[in-house]
Protein backbone atom coordinates (compact mmCIF):
# COMPACT_ATOMS: atom_id res chain seq x y z
CA UNK A 1 0.00 0.00 0.00
CA UNK A 2 1.22 3.63 -0.86
CA UNK A 3 2.50 4.91 2.14
CA UNK A 4 0.29 8.00 2.15
CA UNK A 5 -2.58 6.38 1.50
CA UNK A 6 -1.92 3.55 4.43
CA UNK A 7 -1.67 7.10 6.61
CA UNK A 8 -4.09 8.81 5.33
CA UNK A 9 -6.81 5.51 6.29
CA UNK A 10 -4.87 5.06 10.21
CA UNK A 11 -5.79 8.27 10.89
CA UNK A 12 -9.02 8.68 9.50
CA UNK A 13 -10.21 5.40 11.36
CA UNK A 14 -8.31 6.71 14.46
CA UNK A 15 -10.64 10.11 14.27
CA UNK A 16 -13.91 8.02 13.37
CA UNK A 17 -13.38 5.15 15.48
CA UNK A 18 -10.40 5.06 18.21
CA UNK A 19 -8.91 8.47 19.62
CA UNK A 20 -9.45 11.87 17.43
CA UNK A 21 -7.03 13.70 19.77
CA UNK A 22 -4.28 11.11 19.86
CA UNK A 23 -4.11 10.99 16.42
CA UNK A 24 -3.55 14.67 16.18
CA UNK A 25 -0.78 14.91 19.09
CA UNK A 26 0.95 11.93 17.62
CA UNK A 27 1.40 13.47 14.37
CA UNK A 28 1.65 16.32 14.92
CA UNK A 29 4.66 15.16 17.04
CA UNK A 30 5.67 13.73 13.86
CA UNK A 31 5.14 10.16 14.20
CA UNK A 32 3.85 8.03 11.70
CA UNK A 33 2.83 4.55 11.52
CA UNK A 34 4.68 2.29 13.71
CA UNK A 35 5.12 -0.39 10.68
CA UNK A 36 8.43 -2.24 12.10
CA UNK A 37 10.65 -2.71 15.37
CA UNK A 38 13.71 -4.91 15.49
CA UNK A 39 16.66 -4.37 18.25
CA UNK A 40 16.65 -0.57 18.96
CA UNK A 41 15.39 0.45 16.24
CA UNK A 42 11.96 1.48 14.82
CA UNK A 43 10.68 1.94 11.29
CA UNK A 44 7.37 3.58 10.06
CA UNK A 45 5.37 4.29 7.39
CA UNK A 46 7.73 6.16 5.35
CA UNK A 47 10.75 3.92 5.77
CA UNK A 48 12.27 6.61 8.15
CA UNK A 49 14.08 4.66 11.47
CA UNK A 50 14.18 5.40 14.57
CA UNK A 51 16.67 4.73 17.26
CA UNK A 52 14.14 3.99 20.67
CA UNK A 53 14.99 6.23 23.16
CA UNK A 54 11.46 6.02 24.59
CA UNK A 55 11.46 2.37 24.79
CA UNK A 56 7.73 1.46 25.40
CA UNK A 57 8.31 3.95 28.78
CA UNK A 58 10.44 1.45 30.12
CA UNK A 59 8.99 -2.02 28.36
CA UNK A 60 11.58 -2.66 26.06
CA UNK A 61 14.82 -3.05 28.11
CA UNK A 62 16.22 -6.26 25.73
CA UNK A 63 14.92 -4.06 22.62
CA UNK A 64 12.02 -5.12 20.24
CA UNK A 65 11.47 -8.63 19.30
CA UNK A 66 14.55 -10.08 20.96
CA UNK A 67 15.76 -13.10 19.13
CA UNK A 68 15.49 -15.59 22.21
CA UNK A 69 12.00 -13.99 23.95
CA UNK A 70 10.51 -14.90 20.43
CA UNK A 71 11.95 -18.14 20.31
CA UNK A 72 10.48 -19.08 23.52
CA UNK A 73 7.07 -17.65 22.77
CA UNK A 74 6.82 -19.53 19.19
CA UNK A 75 8.15 -22.72 20.86
CA UNK A 76 5.47 -22.39 23.69
CA UNK A 77 2.86 -21.47 21.00
CA UNK A 78 2.61 -25.20 19.69
CA UNK A 79 2.04 -26.50 23.03
CA UNK A 80 0.33 -24.14 25.22
CA UNK A 81 -0.53 -20.86 24.62
CA UNK A 82 -3.05 -19.15 27.38
CA UNK A 83 -4.03 -22.26 30.34
CA UNK A 84 -7.07 -23.37 31.30
CA UNK A 85 -7.02 -22.62 34.75
CA UNK A 86 -8.51 -25.57 36.42
CA UNK A 87 -4.75 -26.85 35.82
CA UNK A 88 -1.53 -26.26 37.20
CA UNK A 89 0.81 -24.32 35.32
CA UNK A 90 4.71 -24.73 34.44
CA UNK A 91 5.64 -21.97 33.58
CA UNK A 92 3.50 -19.90 36.06
CA UNK A 93 5.75 -22.04 38.76
CA UNK A 94 9.08 -21.87 37.28
CA UNK A 95 8.60 -17.95 36.75
CA UNK A 96 7.70 -17.81 40.14
CA UNK A 97 10.60 -19.41 41.26
CA UNK A 98 12.95 -17.78 39.32
CA UNK A 99 11.23 -14.24 40.66
CA UNK A 100 11.17 -15.01 44.21
CA UNK A 101 15.14 -15.60 43.82
CA UNK A 102 15.99 -12.66 42.05
CA UNK A 103 13.95 -9.91 44.07
CA UNK A 104 14.90 -8.56 47.50
CA UNK A 105 14.91 -11.02 50.95
CA UNK A 106 11.42 -11.83 51.87
CA UNK A 107 9.55 -11.26 48.56
CA UNK A 108 8.34 -14.90 48.33
CA UNK A 109 5.22 -15.32 46.59
CA UNK A 110 3.97 -13.98 42.86
CA UNK A 111 0.52 -12.97 41.45
CA UNK A 112 0.59 -12.59 37.62
CA UNK A 113 -1.58 -9.80 35.64
CA UNK A 114 -0.98 -8.31 32.55
CA UNK A 115 -0.06 -4.81 33.52
CA UNK A 116 1.61 -2.82 35.68
CA UNK A 117 -2.01 -0.98 36.49
CA UNK A 118 -3.54 -4.60 37.60
CA UNK A 119 -0.52 -5.51 39.76
CA UNK A 120 -0.48 -2.52 41.32
CA UNK A 121 -4.38 -2.86 41.94
CA UNK A 122 -3.74 -5.97 43.15
CA UNK A 123 -1.06 -4.78 45.72
CA UNK A 124 -3.36 -2.40 47.22
CA UNK A 125 -5.82 -4.65 47.69
CA UNK A 126 -3.54 -7.42 49.59
CA UNK A 127 -2.41 -4.34 51.81
CA UNK A 128 -6.02 -3.48 52.82
CA UNK A 129 -6.64 -7.32 53.30
CA UNK A 130 -3.26 -7.78 55.37
CA UNK A 131 -3.81 -4.41 57.90
CA UNK A 132 -7.41 -4.46 57.68
CA UNK A 133 -7.10 -0.64 57.07
CA UNK A 134 -8.12 1.12 53.92
CA UNK A 135 -5.91 4.47 53.72
CA UNK A 136 -2.57 5.24 51.94
CA UNK A 137 0.23 7.52 51.58
CA UNK A 138 1.10 8.22 47.96
CA UNK A 139 3.32 11.19 46.54
CA UNK A 140 2.86 13.70 44.59
CA UNK A 141 3.87 13.34 40.81
CA UNK A 142 3.84 9.41 41.19
CA UNK A 143 2.42 7.44 38.68
CA UNK A 144 0.83 3.76 39.55
CA UNK A 145 -1.70 3.32 36.92
CA UNK A 146 -5.30 4.52 35.36
CA UNK A 147 -7.89 1.98 36.86
CA UNK A 148 -9.24 3.29 39.77
CA UNK A 149 -7.58 2.00 42.45
CA UNK A 150 -4.30 2.55 40.96
CA UNK A 151 -5.30 6.17 40.20
CA UNK A 152 -6.71 6.62 43.22
CA UNK A 153 -3.11 6.73 44.61
CA UNK A 154 -1.44 8.41 41.18
CA UNK A 155 -0.42 11.71 42.35
CA UNK A 156 -1.55 14.31 39.31
CA UNK A 157 -4.70 15.83 39.52
CA UNK A 158 -5.46 16.25 35.74
CA UNK A 159 -5.92 12.35 35.94
CA UNK A 160 -8.06 12.52 38.51
CA UNK A 161 -10.28 14.99 38.27
CA UNK A 162 -13.07 13.66 35.88
CA UNK A 163 -13.24 10.40 37.52
CA UNK A 164 -13.94 11.82 41.34
CA UNK A 165 -14.81 10.67 43.63
CA UNK A 166 -12.21 8.35 43.83
CA UNK A 167 -10.86 5.61 46.85
CA UNK A 168 -11.17 7.67 49.99
CA UNK A 169 -8.37 8.42 51.86
CA UNK A 170 -5.07 8.60 50.38
CA UNK A 171 -2.50 10.98 51.47
CA UNK A 172 -0.05 12.90 49.06
CA UNK A 173 3.26 13.95 50.33
CA UNK A 174 6.23 15.97 48.14
CA UNK A 175 8.70 12.56 46.80
CA UNK A 176 11.68 12.41 48.06
CA UNK A 177 10.85 14.21 51.15
CA UNK A 178 11.01 11.66 54.07
CA UNK A 179 9.72 13.93 56.68
CA UNK A 180 6.56 14.57 55.45
CA UNK A 181 6.00 11.01 54.74
CA UNK A 182 7.04 10.01 58.12
CA UNK A 183 4.29 12.55 59.48
CA UNK A 184 1.71 11.05 57.00
CA UNK A 185 2.08 7.53 57.81
CA UNK A 186 0.04 6.31 60.98
CA UNK A 187 -2.12 3.51 62.65
CA UNK A 188 -4.51 3.65 60.06
CA UNK A 189 -2.18 3.33 57.59
CA UNK A 190 -2.96 0.39 55.02
CA UNK A 191 0.47 1.37 52.98
CA UNK A 192 2.75 3.63 51.43
CA UNK A 193 3.28 3.35 47.71
CA UNK A 194 6.00 4.57 46.08
CA UNK A 195 8.27 4.51 42.86
CA UNK A 196 11.96 3.90 43.54
CA UNK A 197 12.69 6.03 41.12
CA UNK A 198 9.96 8.68 39.93
CA UNK A 199 9.47 7.83 36.07
CA UNK A 200 6.12 9.80 34.63
CA UNK A 201 6.85 12.52 37.57
CA UNK A 202 9.99 13.03 35.25
CA UNK A 203 12.73 11.14 35.92
CA UNK A 204 12.78 12.03 39.58
CA UNK A 205 16.14 10.66 42.22
CA UNK A 206 15.01 10.85 45.51
CA UNK A 207 17.76 11.20 48.56
CA UNK A 208 19.63 8.76 49.80
CA UNK A 209 18.23 6.77 52.40
CA UNK A 210 14.45 8.07 51.68
CA UNK A 211 13.14 4.11 50.93
CA UNK A 212 14.99 3.30 54.66
CA UNK A 213 13.01 5.84 56.37
CA UNK A 214 9.99 4.68 54.66
CA UNK A 215 10.62 1.29 55.51
CA UNK A 216 10.88 2.57 59.82
CA UNK A 217 8.15 4.46 59.62
CA UNK A 218 5.97 1.64 58.00
CA UNK A 219 7.41 -0.93 60.29
CA UNK A 220 6.57 1.33 63.30
CA UNK A 221 3.32 1.56 62.38
CA UNK A 222 2.18 -1.71 61.24
CA UNK A 223 1.85 -0.18 57.42
CA UNK A 224 3.01 -2.45 54.66
CA UNK A 225 5.45 -1.10 51.85
CA UNK A 226 4.83 -1.21 48.11
CA UNK A 227 7.38 -0.04 45.88
CA UNK A 228 6.24 0.36 42.55
CA UNK A 229 8.97 -1.18 40.09
CA UNK A 230 6.61 -1.11 37.07
CA UNK A 231 9.26 1.00 35.31
CA UNK A 232 12.50 1.23 37.37
CA UNK A 233 12.37 -2.53 38.36
CA UNK A 234 14.07 -5.22 36.10
CA UNK A 235 18.29 -3.43 35.47
CA UNK A 236 16.58 0.04 34.54
CA UNK A 237 17.94 1.45 37.35
CA UNK A 238 21.48 0.57 37.07
CA UNK A 239 20.17 -2.03 39.72
CA UNK A 240 18.16 -5.09 38.97
CA UNK A 241 15.53 -3.55 41.48
CA UNK A 242 15.61 0.32 42.00
CA UNK A 243 15.05 -0.34 45.90
CA UNK A 244 18.43 -2.10 46.12
CA UNK A 245 19.90 1.34 46.19
CA UNK A 246 18.68 2.03 50.06
CA UNK A 247 19.21 -1.92 50.60
CA UNK A 248 15.67 -2.12 51.17
CA UNK A 249 13.27 -4.81 50.84
CA UNK A 250 9.74 -3.48 50.69
CA UNK A 251 6.21 -6.11 51.46
CA UNK A 252 4.86 -6.29 47.56
CA UNK A 253 6.53 -4.93 44.54
CA UNK A 254 4.63 -4.57 41.30
CA UNK A 255 6.48 -5.10 38.01
CA UNK A 256 5.28 -5.51 34.54
CA UNK A 257 6.87 -3.16 31.58
CA UNK A 258 9.86 -5.14 30.75
CA UNK A 259 8.67 -8.08 32.56
CA UNK A 260 7.51 -10.27 29.15
CA UNK A 261 10.05 -8.80 27.06
CA UNK A 262 9.09 -6.50 25.17
CA UNK A 263 7.12 -9.16 22.93
CA UNK A 264 4.48 -10.49 25.68
CA UNK A 265 2.40 -8.31 28.36
CA UNK A 266 3.20 -9.61 31.63
CA UNK A 267 2.78 -7.88 35.11
CA UNK A 268 3.07 -9.55 38.44
CA UNK A 269 3.48 -8.38 42.11
CA UNK A 270 5.51 -10.29 44.20
CA UNK A 271 5.09 -10.26 47.87
CA UNK A 272 6.00 -11.67 51.50
CA UNK A 273 4.45 -15.04 53.12
CA UNK A 274 2.47 -12.31 55.92
CA UNK A 275 0.71 -11.09 52.92
CA UNK A 276 0.13 -14.24 50.99
CA UNK A 277 -0.92 -16.18 54.27
CA UNK A 278 -3.35 -12.87 54.91
CA UNK A 279 -4.98 -13.10 51.39
CA UNK A 280 -5.09 -16.12 50.35
CA UNK A 281 -5.06 -18.19 53.40
CA UNK A 282 -8.89 -17.84 54.05
CA UNK A 283 -9.35 -18.13 50.15
CA UNK A 284 -7.15 -19.26 47.25
CA UNK A 285 -9.29 -17.63 45.02
CA UNK A 286 -9.79 -14.25 46.92
CA UNK A 287 -7.89 -12.47 43.56
CA UNK A 288 -7.86 -14.02 39.93
CA UNK A 289 -7.23 -13.01 36.55
CA UNK A 290 -8.18 -14.72 33.66
CA UNK A 291 -5.43 -14.19 31.56
CA UNK A 292 -3.12 -13.88 34.17
CA UNK A 293 -0.45 -15.90 34.66
CA UNK A 294 -1.00 -17.48 30.86
CA UNK A 295 2.03 -20.16 29.63
CA UNK A 296 2.84 -17.66 26.42
CA UNK A 297 3.22 -14.53 28.97
CA UNK A 298 5.45 -16.65 31.70
CA UNK A 299 7.37 -18.21 28.51
CA UNK A 300 8.46 -14.64 27.41
CA UNK A 301 9.22 -13.78 30.84
CA UNK A 302 11.48 -16.74 31.93
CA UNK A 303 12.87 -15.89 28.57
CA UNK A 304 13.82 -12.39 29.30
CA UNK A 305 15.60 -13.06 32.62
CA UNK A 306 17.03 -15.29 31.44
CA UNK A 307 18.76 -13.30 28.92
CA UNK A 308 18.54 -10.01 31.37
CA UNK A 309 20.85 -12.10 33.73
CA UNK A 310 23.11 -13.94 31.30
CA UNK A 311 24.19 -10.76 29.44
CA UNK A 312 24.88 -8.72 32.84
CA UNK A 313 22.12 -5.99 31.47
CA UNK A 314 21.82 -4.46 34.66
CA UNK A 315 25.57 -3.94 34.65
CA UNK A 316 25.77 -2.59 31.09
CA UNK A 317 22.63 -0.39 32.56
CA UNK A 318 24.61 1.26 35.42
CA UNK A 319 28.07 1.84 33.32
CA UNK A 320 26.25 2.87 29.92
CA UNK A 321 23.70 4.85 31.82
CA UNK A 322 26.73 6.47 33.61
CA UNK A 323 28.21 7.57 30.20
CA UNK A 324 25.26 8.85 28.56
CA UNK A 325 24.72 10.64 31.54
CA UNK A 326 27.85 12.62 31.48
CA UNK A 327 27.54 13.42 27.54
CA UNK A 328 24.00 14.35 27.85
CA UNK A 329 25.61 17.14 30.75
CA UNK A 330 28.01 18.20 28.32
CA UNK A 331 25.17 19.05 25.56
CA UNK A 332 23.51 20.92 28.77
CA UNK A 333 26.17 22.79 29.45
CA UNK A 334 26.38 24.26 25.31
CA UNK A 335 22.71 24.93 26.05
CA UNK A 336 22.24 26.15 29.78
CA UNK A 337 19.38 28.45 27.94
CA UNK A 338 17.39 25.79 27.70
CA UNK A 339 18.35 23.03 29.90
CA UNK A 340 17.94 23.55 33.40
CA UNK A 341 19.12 19.88 34.57
CA UNK A 342 20.17 16.30 33.33
CA UNK A 343 19.33 13.60 35.88
CA UNK A 344 18.63 9.80 36.58
CA UNK A 345 20.23 6.04 37.38
CA UNK A 346 21.22 3.63 34.95
CA UNK A 347 19.45 4.28 31.70
CA UNK A 348 16.77 6.00 32.96
CA UNK A 349 17.65 9.67 31.77
CA UNK A 350 16.04 12.52 32.22
CA UNK A 351 16.37 16.22 30.33
CA UNK A 352 14.60 18.91 32.33
CA UNK A 353 14.20 22.18 30.33
CA UNK A 354 13.76 25.87 32.03
CA UNK A 355 10.07 26.24 30.21
CA UNK A 356 7.49 23.80 29.56
CA UNK A 357 6.57 24.65 25.84
CA UNK A 358 10.60 23.27 24.98
CA UNK A 359 9.80 19.52 25.43
CA UNK A 360 7.66 19.25 22.61
CA UNK A 361 9.87 21.01 19.89
CA UNK A 362 13.04 19.51 21.00
CA UNK A 363 11.07 15.87 20.61
CA UNK A 364 9.77 16.98 16.51
CA UNK A 365 13.24 17.69 15.68
CA UNK A 366 14.82 14.92 17.95
CA UNK A 367 12.28 12.95 15.56
CA UNK A 368 13.54 14.62 12.32
CA UNK A 369 17.15 13.39 13.65
CA UNK A 370 15.96 9.84 13.94
CA UNK A 371 15.57 9.64 17.63
CA UNK A 372 12.41 8.81 19.12
CA UNK A 373 11.54 10.33 22.79
CA UNK A 374 8.78 11.82 24.55
CA UNK A 375 8.00 13.71 27.84
CA UNK A 376 7.42 12.92 30.87
CA UNK A 377 3.13 12.25 31.23
CA UNK A 378 3.12 13.70 34.76
CA UNK A 379 5.87 16.35 33.97
CA UNK A 380 5.92 17.96 30.45
CA UNK A 381 8.96 19.79 30.68
CA UNK A 382 10.94 16.38 30.97
CA UNK A 383 12.21 14.52 28.17
CA UNK A 384 12.92 10.78 29.35
CA UNK A 385 15.09 8.31 27.54
CA UNK A 386 15.02 4.86 28.24
CA UNK A 387 16.56 3.52 25.54
CA UNK A 388 17.02 -0.67 25.21
CA UNK A 389 19.55 -1.90 28.10
CA UNK A 390 21.16 -3.28 25.31
CA UNK A 391 21.92 -0.39 23.12
CA UNK A 392 25.70 -0.06 21.85
CA UNK A 393 27.67 2.73 22.39
CA UNK A 394 27.95 3.60 18.63
CA UNK A 395 23.98 4.59 18.82
CA UNK A 396 24.31 6.49 22.11
CA UNK A 397 26.50 8.72 20.41
CA UNK A 398 24.16 9.39 18.02
CA UNK A 399 21.73 10.04 20.35
CA UNK A 400 23.78 12.26 22.23
CA UNK A 401 24.88 14.14 18.21
CA UNK A 402 21.24 14.35 17.91
CA UNK A 403 20.18 15.78 20.98
CA UNK A 404 22.71 18.20 20.47
CA UNK A 405 22.03 19.40 16.99
CA UNK A 406 17.90 19.60 18.54
CA UNK A 407 18.78 21.91 21.25
CA UNK A 408 20.76 24.12 18.65
CA UNK A 409 17.91 24.25 16.44
CA UNK A 410 14.92 24.82 18.67
CA UNK A 411 17.21 27.76 20.44
CA UNK A 412 17.22 29.11 16.20
CA UNK A 413 13.51 28.67 16.40
CA UNK A 414 12.58 30.43 19.44
CA UNK A 415 15.00 33.43 18.42
CA UNK A 416 12.72 33.49 15.65
CA UNK A 417 9.54 33.38 17.58
CA UNK A 418 11.08 37.00 19.62
C1 LIG B 1 3.55 2.44 33.53
C2 LIG B 1 3.46 2.38 35.01
C3 LIG B 1 2.35 1.80 35.65
C4 LIG B 1 1.14 1.31 34.89
O1 LIG B 1 1.45 0.27 34.02
P1 LIG B 1 0.44 -0.08 32.81
O2 LIG B 1 0.98 -1.35 32.27
O3 LIG B 1 0.50 1.06 31.85
O4 LIG B 1 -0.89 -0.24 33.41
C5 LIG B 1 2.37 1.72 37.03
N1 LIG B 1 3.42 2.17 37.74
C6 LIG B 1 4.50 2.73 37.17
C7 LIG B 1 5.63 3.19 38.02
C8 LIG B 1 4.55 2.87 35.78
O5 LIG B 1 5.60 3.45 35.20
Redesign the pocket.
Known amino acids: MDPDKLFEDVFEKYCAHFNPGLARLVTFAGFGIEMEAEGCIITDHEGRRFIDCLGG??TFALGHRHPKVVEAVKRQLDSLALSGKAFLTKQVADLAAKLAEITPEGLEYCFFCN??????EAALKFAKATTGRSRFVSTEG??????IG?LSVTGREKYRKPFEPLLPGVAFVPYGDAAAAVAAIDDKTAAMIV?PVQ??GGIIVPPDGYLRELRKACDAHGALLIA?????GLGRSGYLFACEHDGISPDLM?L??SLGGGVM?L?VVIGTQAVWDAVFGPNPLAHTSTFGGNALACAAGLAALEVLLSENLTERSRVLGAKMKAAFEEVARRHADLVLEVRGRGLMIGVEFRMDEVGEIVVAQLMKHGVCVAYALNNPRVLRFEPPLIIGEDLVAQVVEALDSALSETESLLAELV
Open positions: YGSGTEAVSYHGKTAEGEDEVQSPAKPG
